[in-house]
């Protein structure tokens, strides 16, 4: 099993709210992600970084910032959280095996906004 | 627009029984095909992943099956327990601007029944 964090699990907070999700890894590495998915739907990228100081936007467009300042920890900021933003929220990071990236999921963040 | 089609949504298995899970994808530019298994609360972890070059993948009771002229692929679950009720989804994955990217199904909840 991966050694991938996410804090916290479970989230309900009202609308308006400045929330952080947590992730960390102890594996080491550089590239990191963030996707959102709906319950029975698929895993959308909205954020993922190659390194520390590296961010980009994923293919889904959000309203949550991200920011790499340790190789260990990407957390994903929402300054003003909807009820649209209702979802679970997956952290993972990868590693190259063989030729191809190998994504390792933390257990996710379940987030409800009322 | 959905890159990865998966079917079906929804599958009940006899124990001991064949899981069968499909997918197919239309950008030709896709080079490495992973499943993922996903339990209830936890993220998604690697399952088997296949290079398109092999027709056919096979790991304890696991095997993808790859059809790289009809662009379809497909994972195979021999004698098939409870413990694999689990949702599955099938990826696939392209290199892009030094970033591999990887799209995923929309996945396919899998209920063994004793």
């Known amino acids: 099993e991966a050694d991938i964090y996410q804090t916290p699990r479970y989230l309900v907070i009202g609308t308006g709210k400045k929330i952080t999700l947590e992730c960390s890894q102890t594996?080491?590495?550089?590239?990191m992600y963030w996707y959102q998915q709906d319950p029975g739907m698929e895993l959308h990228l909205i954020h993922y970084?190659?390194?520390?100081?590296?961010?980009e936007k994923g293919d889904l467009s959000s309203e949550s910032t991200v920011s790499r300042i340790r190789t260990e920890h990407f957390p994903l900021t929402l300054e003003s959280a909807r009820p649209s933003h209702t979802s679970q929220y997956l952290c993972a990071s990868s590693e190259r095996l063989e030729h191809w990236e190998t994504q390792y999921f933390g257990p996710g963040t379940r987030l409800l906004v009322l | 627009q959905q890159q990865v089609k998966q079917s079906p949504q929804s599958l009940i298995v006899q124990k001991g029984g064949i899981s069968i899970i499909n997918c197919a994808y239309e950008n030709t530019a896709f080079d490495y095909f992973p499943w993922y298994q996903q339990f209830p609360g936890k993220g998604p972890a690697l399952l088997i992943a296949?290079?398109?070059?092999?027709s056919e993948k096979k790991e304890g009771r696991f095997t993808i099956s790859f059809n790289k002229s009809a662009k379809q692929f497909s994972l195979h679950i021999m004698d098939s327990q409870p413990g694999d009720s689990a949702t599955y989804f099938c990826a696939a994955s392209r290199t892009s601007g030094g970033y591999q990217k990887v799209t995923f199904g929309t996945g396919t909840k899998l209920q063994v029944i004793p």
């Open positions: 296949i290079r398109p070059d092999v």
């Open positions: 594996m080491g590495h550089d590239k």
């Open positions: 970084s190659y390194g520390v100081n590296s961010t």
